[in-house]
């Protein structure tokens, strides 16, 4: 296997779907997140100014001598680099403290976070600078001051009523900064929540409602009472944010049980789809409300019935209703049909009836993957034809389907041999890089045979989160070999 060096970290999320159920943004769509990365994007370079065309460009400077260069970009860049370097820039501190009075607030923000990242630099110094930036005329300084206090973590308590006052502010972009950071900051800002639903009369709140519900969920079960009360208004966007917020708590949020309940029978369809997957998080605790689940099940909206289904499962550990699921595996519906899978690989070896209409998307090239997954999830006791298409598979021209349907084989019949060969090959490539080694992970001892490559990658490696995934999965292989390198 060839090692490639300077790897970026794979982008490519593990598609465990076990650990897909503790998603807090699951209904933040894509062209949200695109409109995010514009709207924080633009005003950033705005803050930093337009290069001068009259000045002559200069090679990039050696050494700290980049934080005093005359151009913003270039100081910028260069506290963004030292940030990225983390513990090992400590040589830098001196020169990032100086640096933390530059004229350029945009700079300073992002001073500020190296600092933090390489020394973590007492909270008096920064929190001053940080809390001068959200008072900034310019939105781009006001929307990247949020996402540094919240590196802070419990230290940024002082800075609690500058972001909620930034949830007032006119720009969506820092509105959407100070949410997220709340959310981020978790139950030291639990007081916000009632900042944070205020935020459902907003103009742009069809735009931060994700966003809103997540923090919401992050906050702690102590804002569980305020949620409830959210539950019983009148306002439907109140009712849905509240019960996506629930629904990210899990168990914690056992005591909102009957109002969920009751909130399966709104008229909002987004809402009882909500209502239904946090009474799944729950789990058994939320037996009570069992009945009105079921009533569900025959509900005008699949993605309803969906959520429904999968939730009594979550409830009771029987698959009493995976019939649902498996008539919306026939649906118009890409999503709809993805959402299916995902529940039915929830449900693993209770899902067994859905084998079959779940192979049938083998032949999908949009769900392709999605039911590959799902099969693996399932497990053991597919019919020998399934398990040749997932065979034919491995020879695939997209090295995902390879690597996906390796170790779904792996699933259903427990040969690693075959397997590792895949992952071997993927293991060696740069997109497949990351997802390949959590999947090694995953095998436990049975990828024991790649525990000499693993450790020598992991010696070789120099990005933090490839040298994370690399680190968990050597423990999961042999904790005895872990322990001796050092990996806790």
């Not at 830098?92 to 933090?116: G, Q, S």
């Not at 959407?176 to 139950?187: C, T």
């Amino acid at each position: 296997m060839t090692r490639i060096s300077h790897r970026k970290c794979d982008s490519t999320p593990a598609r465990r779907v076990s650990e897909e159920r503790s998603q807090n943004l699951a209904y933040a769509s894509g062209w949200c997140l695109a409109l995010l990365f514009v709207l924080l994007l633009c005003p950033l370079v705005h803050a930093l100014g337009k290069d001068d065309p009259k000045k002559k460009k200069t090679q990039p400077l050696e050494g700290l001598k980049a934080l005093q260069h005359p151009d913003a970009k270039v100081r910028y860049r260069a506290a963004q680099t030292l940030a990225e370097l983390g513990p090992l820039a400590k040589f830098a501190a001196p020169d990032l403290r100086e640096a933390l009075k530059d004229k350029n607030a945009l700079v300073r923000v992002k001073v500020a976070e190296a600092l933090w990242k390489i020394e973590q630099t007492p909270a008096s110094i920064l929190l001053p600078v940080l809390l001068e930036a959200m008072k900034d005329k310019d939105a781009g300084v006001r929307a990247a001051a949020p996402p540094v206090i919240a590196l802070l973590g419990t230290k940024a308590k002082g800075a609690l009523p500058a972001l909620k006052e930034a949830l007032k502010d006119k720009e969506f972009d820092v509105k959407l900064a100070a949410v997220a950071a709340l959310g981020d900051l978790g139950p030291i800002a639990k007081n916000s929540a009632g900042d944070l639903l205020a935020l459902t009369t907003d103009p742009s709140f069809f735009l931060l409602e994700p966003f809103v519900g997540a923090s919401l969920g992050s906050l702690g079960e102590s804002v569980v009472p305020a949620l409830i009360m959210a539950l019983a208004e009148k306002s439907p966007e109140r009712r849905r944010v509240a019960a996506y917020a629930l629904g990210s708590m899990g168990p914690a949020a056992a005591p909102a049980v009957a109002g969920l309940g009751k909130a399966l029978r709104y008229e909002d369809p987004a809402t009882r789809q909500h209502a239904a997957r946090a009474l799944g998080r729950i789990g058994p605790e939320a037996k009570s409300v069992l009945p009105q689940l079921e009533n569900i099940l025959t509900d005008a909206e699949v993605p309803v019935r969906i959520e429904a289904a999968l939730a009594t499962w979550y409830i009771t550990g029987q698959a009493k209703h995976t019939d649902v699921l498996v008539k919306a595996l026939g649906d118009k519906s890409a999503n709809v049909k993805d959402a299916a899978c995902r529940a039915l690989a929830a449900m693993k070896g209770g899902a067994k009836q859905a084998v079959g209409p779940v192979a049938d998307l083998l032949d999908d090239n949009d769900l392709r993957l999605r039911a590959i997954i799902t099969l693996g999830e399932i497990g053991p006791g597919a019919p020998k034809p399934i398990e040749m298409k997932l065979v034919k598979l491995l020879d695939d021209k997209d090295g995902e389907i390879q690597l996906w349907s390796a170790f779904a084989l792996w699933q259903l019949g427990g040969d690693a041999k075959r397997t590792l060969k895949v992952i071997n090959e993927t293991l060696g490539t740069e997109k497949h890089y990351t997802q390949s080694i959590i999947l090694l992970g995953e095998m436990g001892t049975a990828a024991e045979s790649m525990l000499p490559t693993l450790v020598n990658l992991y010696r070789e490696e120099d990005i933090a989160a490839n040298r994370q995934a690399l680190a968990v999965a050597i423990k999961r292989i042999d904790p005895k070999l872990a322990q001796k390198l050092g990996i806790k």
